[in-house]
């Protein structure tokens, strides 16, 4: 009885320290998920000009060329990356979404007026529809109705309606959305980055003022956001998650400020500000696997068609 006992408790004894040991050593899934496993830039091809940033399925990401309007597709984690849409003399990958719905990715076209949409598997040109009259395509944002993308230059939104089941419409297909209200352009670059609210509005900013506006997707009615804090002028790329906006500042600073919206996201303050060492003028982001990634537009660069570029993994605290 006594050896019984013994034994019994040995074997208790046993399974506790090994249960200790494997509460204390991660498992592989757990440490790979783990931020530390990715690396801190991501490069890009050399001489890109990149701008738009897209996040994919999982670790995915996509990012286009102002050079040539060349897209490459890579993964965030290993670093690695193949060219998805190969480049064109005269055309241009400015901002980008991906719909995982749909499987496509939207670029806006810059000064071409043009707005692409992509199979994000394959590549294969899915539609192409050109606005006369547009000034710079700067950023787009996809809703279940449609596509809307800013201009920079022309104070409209550039929108691609969707049929059911998102059906692209034809190529004279895209419409035009004037935007009145407290918007007013003025010199420089105006409405530039571009998202939508969990509401149904959207929220551009207006690079030339820092100014925040919320805008009606049906009528193009906009409302300026009060927003406390520190000034958002030359905010370029906006990145939202919840109530929480991140503006990215593509002219000015290697940073992007971080801007807590009320839940009406009529208003909101500018609660911080995020950035990292290896940031070189970025223009937009995304956010995936617990981090902010930007992108280095490098505009200060002297030799851009030489230049390297990166996408840089930004910790949140």
Not at 31 to 38: E, G, L, Y
Not at 148 to 172: E, I
């Amino acid at each position: 009885m006594k050896r019984t006992l013994r034994s019994a408790a040995l074997a208790t004894a046993a399974t506790t320290a090994v249960s200790a040991l494997l509460l204390a050593a991660p498992t592989a899934a757990t440490a790979a998920d783990r931020p530390t496993c990715f690396p801190g830039t991501v490069s890009l091809p050399t001489g890109s000009l990149p701008e738009g940033i897209a996040a994919g399925r999982g670790t995915t990401y996509y990012a286009g060329s102002r050079a040539d309007g060349s897209i490459v597709r890579g993964d965030l984690r290993t670093g690695r990356r193949t060219v998805l849409v190969p480049g064109v003399a005269g055309r241009v990958a400015v901002g980008m979404v991906y719909d995982a719905r749909t499987d496509r990715l939207w670029v806006a076209g810059g000064a071409t007026g043009a707005v692409t949409a992509y199979d994000g598997t394959t590549g294969e040109e899915l539609g192409r529809w050109t606005v006369p009259g547009s000034g710079f395509l700067n950023d787009v944002e996809i809703t279940r109705g449609a596509a809307y993308v800013t201009d920079s230059s022309v104070q409209r939104l550039v929108v691609v309606p969707l049929g059911r089941h998102g059906k692209l419409p034809a190529a004279d297909g895209a419409t035009t959305l004037p935007l009145t209200g407290d918007l007013v352009y003025g010199a420089g670059f105006n409405a530039n980055g571009i998202r939508a609210l969990s509401g149904g509005a959207l929220v551009v900013t207006q690079s030339s003022t820092g100014d925040l506006y919320r805008v009606d997707p049906r009528t193009g009615v906009t409302d300026r956001i009060e927003v406390a804090g520190r000034d958002l002028t030359a905010g370029d790329g906006l990145v939202l998650r919840g109530r929480t906006l991140y503006v990215v500042y593509g002219f000015s600073t290697d940073s992007a400020a971080v801007v807590r919206l009320a839940p009406d996201g009529r208003s909101g303050r500018v609660v911080g500000e995020v950035g990292d060492p290896d940031l070189d003028r970025p223009t937009t982001g995304i956010l995936s696997a617990g981090a902010l990634y930007l992108v280095n537009g490098r505009f200060e660069n002297p030799s851009p068609a030489t230049a390297d570029y990166q996408v840089v993994r930004v910790d949140l605290r």
